[in-house]
């Protein structure tokens, strides 16, 4: 059987020859990033990389653009790269390499780079992806021996459980086996190498790229110790700290993650947030009528109903054209009660399984201008009278300025709750407007320990809240 050459790497000279040159060509490339005037340096840039139609971009604009997934196959092929800013608990920015494109021709060196993801299709030869990563981790154990190299053994919906475990293995195998074999082994198997089996079919993409958002977190150890003081005081059986607008946690308690469990919670946040843009416009409509503590701006009150004789009620009782109809005598009115402001439903009353919150935050609670001067205007045309004085001098809109605050209501979290089995609940809260928290929790806990896991729940959204203001406030420095 002849020999395969999986690099160009042959000899230990060619190998040190290959290195040096990779290192110079790198330091070059730094130079002239270092002049790139629309560098983010607080983003973590991470590179997507592999041969052609491997499936690097189907698994971008699934995971980060809701692309229904049956419409990646008409996907047009990379000719460029393209990047994705994404904000989350850690600002990332997506680097999607061609493959026909070449790692040292991206114009920036590999140490600019905080992780390297490598997809690898399952149904290819993969006999020419394993040279061409063993190819790119020898040039990155020279330049960036601190890089996270992600491997997706990517499109592993068209084979059986059993077929793709063996291939899964296999592949990870002839990788390391060509890493071992490497001239340069000694520094290339100290970096860290992680293998996923990925398919844009099922959650297995949401997990691997949940992991690797999870080693770019630098508050990550912080996370995991909420989480796990929260799971054991307050008898929850598994807890996710989910991004709603990707569908990966960022953070998990340390019992291990079972499949079928993040499916359940990942289907969960799904289904809420396709059903938000329902409710998150609701909020409390002001008083039809309020009132008005300024004498100026109060409706004239009609005088007292006249005898039947007099002219003027008569025109205006009973209609003026020749009629021989007696007139009818006026029916004295009841006082007019005055209503007062209805107050905010309190969170007891509210249904609980409610879907999101109805106070968005504070830019959306404020009603639109063209929204505020309807209002103004129709409460001033109550409010003037016949000589329309209160129109004249504006007193009826500065007191309506007073009645009608356009400051934000206060913030309301969502959350819900569902039995999925008699013996099993999916918890939902959110903790802020792009983190929300997944728990499973025993039916029989849930219901005996609610408010203990609801006061709980509170401290930890305070804490989180604290640590996403530290990151936004790193960020705008």
Same mark, same amino acid.
């Given at each position: !059987?002849?020999?395969?050459?999986?690099?160009?790497i042959?000899?230990?000279?060619?190998?040190?020859v290959?290195?040096?040159?990779?290192?110079? !060509?790198q330091?070059? @490339?730094?130079?002239?990033?270092?002049?790139h005037?629309?560098?983010?340096?607080?983003?973590?840039?991470?590179l997507?990389?592999?041969?052609?139609?491997?499936?690097k971009?189907?698994?971008?604009?699934?995971?980060?653009?809701?692309?229904?997934p049956?419409?990646?196959?008409?996907?047009?092929a990379?000719? +460029?790269?393209?990047?994705?800013d994404?904000?989350s608990?850690? #600002?990332?920015?997506?680097?999607?390499?061609?493959?026909? +494109?070449?790692?040292?021709?991206?114009?920036?060196?590999?140490?600019?780079?905080?992780?390297?993801?490598?997809?690898?299709?399952?149904?290819d030869?993969y006999?020419?992806?394993?040279?061409?990563l063993?190819?790119?981790?020898?040039?990155v154990?020279?330049? *960036?021996?601190?890089?996270?190299?992600e491997?997706?053994?990517? +499109?592993? $919906? @068209?084979?059986?459980?059993?077929?793709?475990?063996?291939h899964?293995?296999?592949?990870?195998?002839?990788?390391?086996?060509?890493?071992?074999?490497?001239?340069a082994?000694?520094? !290339?198997?100290?970096?860290?190498?992680?293998?996923? /089996?990925?398919?844009?079919?099922?959650?297995?993409?949401?997990? #691997?790229?949940?992991?690797?958002?999870q080693?770019?977190?630098?508050?990550?150890?912080?996370?995991?110790?909420l989480?796990n003081?929260?799971? @054991?005081?307050?008898?929850?059986?598994?807890?996710?700290?989910?991004?709603?607008?990707?569908?990966?946690?960022?953070?998990?308690d340390?019992?291990?993650?079972?499949?079928?469990?993040?499916?359940?919670?990942?289907?969960?946040?799904?289904? /809420?947030?396709?059903?938000?843009n329902?409710?998150?416009?609701l909020?409390?409509?002001?008083?039809?009528?309020?009132?008005?503590?300024?004498? @100026?701006?109060?409706?004239?009150?009609?005088p007292?109903?006249?005898?039947?004789?007099s002219?003027?009620?008569?025109?205006?009782?009973?209609?003026t054209?020749?009629?021989?109809?007696?007139?009818?005598?006026?029916?004295?009115?009841?006082?007019?009660? =005055?209503?007062?402001?209805? $107050?905010?439903?309190?969170? #007891?009353?509210?249904?609980?399984?409610s879907?999101i919150?109805?106070?968005?935050?504070?830019?959306?609670?404020?009603?639109?201008?063209?929204?505020?001067?309807?209002?103004? *205007?129709g409460? =001033?045309?109550s409010k003037?009278?016949s000589?329309?004085?209160a129109?004249?001098?504006?007193?009826?809109?500065?007191t309506?300025?007073?009645?009608l605050?356009?400051?934000? $209501?206060?913030?309301?979290?969502?959350?819900?709750?569902a039995?999925?089995?008699?013996?099993?609940?999916?918890?939902?809260?959110?903790?802020?407007?792009?983190?929300?928290?997944?728990?499973?929790?025993?039916?029989?806990?849930?219901?005996?320990?609610?408010?203990?896991i $609801?006061?709980?729940?509170?401290?930890?959204?305070?804490?989180?809240?604290?640590?996403?203001?530290?990151?936004?406030a790193?960020?705008?420095?």
């Amino acid at each position: !059987m002849p020999a395969r050459n999986y690099g160009a790497i042959t000899t230990p000279s060619q190998a040190s020859v290959a290195l040096g040159q990779a290192a110079t !060509m790198q330091a070059d @490339a730094s130079q002239q990033h270092s002049q790139h005037s629309g560098d983010e340096p607080w983003r973590s840039k991470v590179l997507i990389t592999g041969l052609r139609r491997s499936g690097k971009t189907s698994v971008q604009e699934v995971v980060f653009n809701s692309l229904p997934p049956k419409d990646s196959f008409f996907l047009e092929a990379t000719s +460029k790269v393209t990047k994705l800013d994404i904000d989350s608990m850690v #600002a990332l920015q997506l680097w999607d390499c061609p493959g026909s +494109k070449e790692i040292e021709d991206l114009g920036v060196p590999l140490s600019y780079f905080q992780s390297i993801i490598f997809v690898l299709d399952i149904q290819d030869d993969y006999y020419s992806p394993i040279a061409h990563l063993v190819h790119l981790i020898a040039t990155v154990a020279e330049v *960036n021996p601190k890089v996270h190299l992600e491997v997706f053994v990517h +499109k592993a $919906e @068209a084979l059986s459980d059993e077929f793709k475990v063996e291939h899964f293995r296999h592949i990870q195998s002839r990788i390391i086996d060509e890493l071992l074999d490497h001239p340069a082994s000694s520094i !290339m198997t100290n970096l860290p190498l992680n293998f996923y /089996l990925t398919s844009v079919y099922d959650h297995t993409i949401y997990e #691997a790229f949940s992991r690797v958002v999870q080693r770019l977190v630098p508050q990550l150890p912080t996370l995991e110790n909420l989480l796990n003081t929260l799971v @054991a005081n307050s008898g929850i059986a598994k807890a996710f700290l989910f991004d709603v607008t990707c569908l990966l946690y960022v953070a998990t308690d340390a019992s291990p993650v079972d499949n079928a469990s993040f499916e359940l919670c990942c289907d969960y946040v799904q289904t /809420l947030t396709s059903f938000s843009n329902l409710y998150k416009n609701l909020r409390l409509q002001p008083p039809a009528s309020p009132i008005s503590t300024d004498p @100026a701006a109060r409706p004239t009150q009609s005088p007292e109903p006249s005898s039947p004789s007099s002219p003027s009620n008569a025109s205006e009782h009973h209609p003026t054209s020749g009629s021989t109809t007696a007139p009818r005598k006026p029916r004295p009115k009841a006082p007019r009660k =005055q209503t007062q402001p209805q $107050e905010e439903e309190s969170p #007891a009353s509210s249904p609980s399984h409610s879907l999101i919150s109805t106070s968005k935050a504070e830019g959306e609670l404020a009603p639109s201008a063209g929204g505020a001067n309807l209002r103004r *205007n129709g409460s =001033q045309k109550s409010k003037t009278g016949s000589n329309g004085s209160a129109a004249s001098n504006g007193t009826g809109s500065k007191t309506l300025d007073r009645l009608l605050p356009l400051e934000a $209501e206060p913030k309301r979290w969502a959350s819900s709750s569902a039995k999925l089995t008699p013996e099993s609940t999916l918890a939902y809260w959110q903790i802020t407007d792009t983190l929300s928290l997944v728990c499973l929790i025993r039916s029989q806990t849930y219901e005996e320990r609610r408010g203990l896991i $609801e006061y709980n729940v509170t401290f930890f959204r305070g804490a989180v809240q604290k640590i996403v203001q530290l990151e936004l406030a790193k960020r705008n420095r």
